[in-house]
C-alpha cells in the first residue's frame, strides 16, 4: 500500500538522505585543514599531498552522470547504498593508510562513493514527497551544503588539532554503516529511465580533466614550459574538444550540451565553478598559512 506524504517513514528518508549528503560535503571540505599535519607526517610535498583533493574530485566528477543512470537501472535506493558503503568503507581505508599512494587510492575510491551518494539521495528524497512540498524539503537539504563547508573547516581544525588527522575519515564509519543499514530498510526503491550509458563520453571526459589537473598541478614544480606540462595540458584540451563533438553526435549523451544554450543554467554552473574553485583555494592557502 503506497504510504502518504505524513508518514513518519519519510522523516527517515529526509534523515538518512540528509545525513549521507552532509558526509560527502563536509568530507571534500574537511582534508583541506588537515592537509599541513598529513604533510608531516608522511613526509611528502604539498604538491603531492595535493592530489588527495585532486584524485577525489576527478572520481567524483567522472562518476556523478554514470551513477544516477545506475540508479535508473538498477533501483536508486540498491546503488545509493552500495555508494555509501564504498564511501565509508574507503573512509576506513582512508584512515589506515600507511603512505601517500594507498591514501590518493583510498580517496579516489572516496570520490566515486560519493558520486553515487550525491545524486541519488536527491533523487530518492524528491521522489518520496509529493510536488507541493518538495521545496520546501530541497531547501532543507541544500542548506545542509553551505552548513557543510562552513563547518568543514572548525571540525578538521578541531579534530586534527585535538586528536589526530586520522579522525577525520574514522568519523564517518560508524555513522555510515548505521546510515547503510537503515537505509536498506527504510528508504523506498525507485527506478527512471534506462538509457544507455555513455562509457566513450565516460572516458574522453575523466582523462581529459586528469590531464588539466595533472598539467596544472606540475606546472609550478617544473614551470609552464617544461615538456611534460605543455604535453598533458595539450592532450587535456584535445581530449575535452572531443568529448564534446562526441557529445554533440551521440544518441544519449552523458551530457546534453544543448543545455549550456539555457542562460539561468550556464550562469548557475559557471558561478558553482568559480565559487568552488575560491573556497577550495582559500581554504587550502588559509590554512596551510595558519598551521
Given at each position: 500500500m503506497k504510504r502518504t506524504p505524513t508518514s513518519p517513514r519519510l522523516g527517515w528518508v529526509v534523515a538518512l538522505t540528509s545525513t549521507a549528503y552532509f558526509m560527502v560535503v563536509l568530507d571534500s571540505v574537511v582534508v583541506i585543514t588537515a592537509l599541513p599535519r598529513m604533510q608531516r607526517d608522511l613526509h611528502v610535498s604539498l604538491s603531492s599531498?595535493?592530489?588527495?583533493?585532486?584524485a577525489y574530485g576527478i572520481a567524483f566528477a567522472a562518476g556523478i552522470i554514470t551513477a544516477a543512470a545506475l540508479g535508473d537501472r538498477l533501483g536508486r535506493r540498491k546503488v545509493f547504498t552500495i555508494g555509501l558503503a564504498l564511501f565509508?568503507?574507503?573512509?576506513?581505508?582512508?584512515?589506515?593508510?600507511?603512505?601517500?599512494?594507498?591514501?590518493?587510492?583510498?580517496?579516489t575510491v572516496q570520490g566515486l562513493g560519493g558520486a553515487v551518494v550525491l545524486p541519488l539521495s536527491?533523487?530518492?528524497?524528491?521522489?518520496?514527497?509529493?510536488?507541493?512540498?518538495?521545496?520546501?524539503?530541497?531547501?532543507?537539504?541544500?542548506?545542509?551544503?553551505?552548513?557543510?563547508?562552513?563547518?568543514?573547516?572548525?571540525?578538521?581544525?578541531?579534530?586534527?588539532q585535538?586528536?589526530?588527522?586520522?579522525?577525520?575519515?574514522w568519523i564517518n564509519v560508524?555513522?555510515?554503516?548505521?546510515?547503510?543499514?537503515?537505509?536498506?530498510?527504510?528508504?523506498?526503491?525507485?527506478?527512471?529511465?534506462?538509457?544507455?550509458?555513455?562509457?566513450?563520453?565516460?572516458?574522453?571526459?575523466?582523462?581529459?580533466?586528469?590531464?588539466?589537473?595533472?598539467?596544472?598541478?606540475?606546472?609550478g614544480e617544473?614551470?609552464?614550459?617544461?615538456?611534460?606540462?605543455?604535453?598533458?595540458?595539450?592532450?587535456?584540451?584535445?581530449?575535452?574538444?572531443?568529448?564534446?563533438?562526441?557529445?554533440?553526435?551521440?544518441?544519449?549523451?552523458?551530457?546534453?550540451?544543448?543545455?549550456?544554450?539555457?542562460r539561468d543554467f550556464a550562469i548557475g554552473n559557471l558561478t558553482t565553478f568559480l565559487m568552488s574553485g575560491a573556497i577550495f583555494?582559500?581554504?587550502?592557502?588559509?590554512?596551510?598559512?595558519?598551521?
Open positions: 599531498l595535493q592530489w588527495t583533493l585532486n565509508t568503507a574507503a573512509s576506513g581505508a582512508c584512515a589506515l593508510a600507511p603512505n601517500l599512494s594507498e591514501l590518493i587510492a583510498a580517496r536527491l533523487t530518492i528524497l524528491t521522489t518520496a514527497f509529493p510536488v507541493e512540498r518538495r521545496g520546501m524539503i530541497v531547501g532543507v537539504y541544500g542548506g545542509l551544503a553551505g552548513l557543510a563547508v562552513a563547518m568543514g573547516p572548525i571540525v578538521g581544525g578541531a579534530v586534527t585535538g586528536i589526530d588527522w586520522h579522525w577525520i575519515f560508524p555513522i555510515g554503516i548505521v546510515a547503510v543499514m537503515l537505509g536498506v530498510r527504510l528508504l523506498p526503491e525507485s527506478f527512471g529511465a534506462r538509457e544507455r550509458l555513455d562509457l566513450v563520453g565516460v572516458a574522453l571526459v575523466t582523462a581529459g580533466v586528469v590531464a588539466l589537473v595533472w598539467a596544472l598541478s606540475r606546472s617544473v614551470g609552464w614550459s617544461g615538456t611534460e606540462v605543455v604535453g598533458t595540458l595539450i592532450a587535456g584540451v584535445v581530449l575535452l574538444v572531443a568529448f564534446v563533438g562526441w557529445e554533440n553526435s551521440a544518441a544519449e549523451p552523458m551530457v546534453p550540451l544543448r543545455m549550456f544554450a539555457a583555494a582559500g581554504g587550502l592557502l588559509v590554512t596551510e598559512e595558519f598551521q
